[in-house]
Every structure is written in structure tokens, then in C-alpha cells.
């Protein structure tokens, strides 16, 4: 029985995706999104404004905020409450690093611009091959 599940979320439709299906597919689960910020992007994007700052948890998750506000709304809509979290740094190992203290993970098959999946990579797909738990990606 899975009773904890990890979803990462971006701003993405897929993301969003990922945070309903969890909610629907284990409505009995404790559901914690876990937002990583300071992602590498082809101009470096808020991994610069991390390196800037003195607090850097505190920084990631005030530019994380407004995302988890999105998802708590959306878990509204299923009458559930969730968990949040947020990391910084690359976002596939803190996934992946996250992910043991959980039964699963629901991930979007993709997100961000396509500049960012070509400099990035597939997040998604990186987490499917390294997790320690069984992976759910959605479309």
C-alpha cells in the first residue's frame, strides 16, 4: 500500500498534471510537491539569484511560492492537503535524494521551455533511471 507519495512540480502543465494524477491515483496518500529551485538554464535564471543572495533556503522559497500556492489550490479541488517542500540546486538529484523517504514518485514527462530541456535534459528521465522507488511519469 502506498501511503506517502513525492511529487516534484515545476511550472508546467505537466506538473500540474503530475500533482492531479497523484491525487486521484492515491487519494488515501500523504502527497508532499516538492519544488526545486536554482535549476541551470542557458542564461544560469535563479541559479544566479541563489548564488547572489546570503540565505539561500530562505531565497528559494520565496521564488518557489507562488508555485506551491498553485498546487495547494489544486489539491483544493480534490478536498486534500498536501505537503510542500523545496530544494535548490540540480533538480534531479534532490528529486532523487528525496525520493527514499517515500513509497513513490509521480513526475511530468516533461517541463519548462524546450531551451531548458535541451540544456537541462530530461529531468524526468533522469529520475526514472536513478530513483530508489517506483516512478509514474505522466503525460
Known sequence: MISRVLVPMD???M??????YALEAHPDAEVTVLHVVG??????????RLALEDDIQETAEELAE???DRARE????????????????N????IVARAENFDTLVI????????EQLFVGNIAQKVFRRSPVPV???R
Open 11 to 13: 511550472d508546467s502543465e
Open 15 to 20: 506538473g500540474e498534471r503530475a500533482l492531479r
Open 39 to 48: 535549476e541551470p538554464s542557458p542564461m544560469m535564471g535563479q541559479a544566479v
Open 66 to 68: 507562488s508555485l506551491l
Open 74 to 89: 489544486i489539491a483544493a479541488e480534490y478536498d486534500a492537503e498536501i505537503e510542500t517542500q523545496v530544494g535548490w540546486g
Open 91 to 94: 533538480p534531479a538529484k534532490v
Open 108 to 115: 511530468g514527462s516533461h517541463g519548462g521551455s524546450l531551451a
Open 136 to 138: 509514474t511519469t505522466v
